[in-house]
């Protein structure tokens, strides 16, 4: 049982340890989420002129997002998800999509 308690105890300072390293990744993850779908979604939308129903199933990810917004008057996506919110815009048809800043 304490050999147990022993390599648990080290799991858990190694687990830490990593994250302590990854620390700007793992900040930067809940972003990716919200931005890849906007994006990807902007994409699928606009430029390749796909039915919404498609796209929606094509950025559809295991961690889903929270809130999703298409406005197709001006051609914009938001999408929220793990706290954070991000819109793709489409900028023109040499240009496609781009994040806002």
Do not use: H
């Amino acid at each position: 049982m304490k050999l147990l308690k022993r390599v648990l105890l080290l799991a858990c300072v190694a687990l830490l340890g990593w994250g302590w390293l990854e620390r700007q990744a793992l900040w930067a993850f809940p972003d990716i989420i919200s931005a890849y779908t906007a994006k990807e979604y902007c994409s699928c939308r606009y430029v390749m002129n796909n039915d919404a129903a498609y796209c929606r199933g094509y950025v559809k990810q295991w961690l889903a997002t929270s809130a999703f917004a298409d406005e197709p008057s001006s051609k914009t996506v938001t999408a929220s998800g793990l706290g954070r919110s991000n819109s793709a815009r489409w900028m023109g048809e040499r240009q496609g999509c781009r994040l806002a800043p």
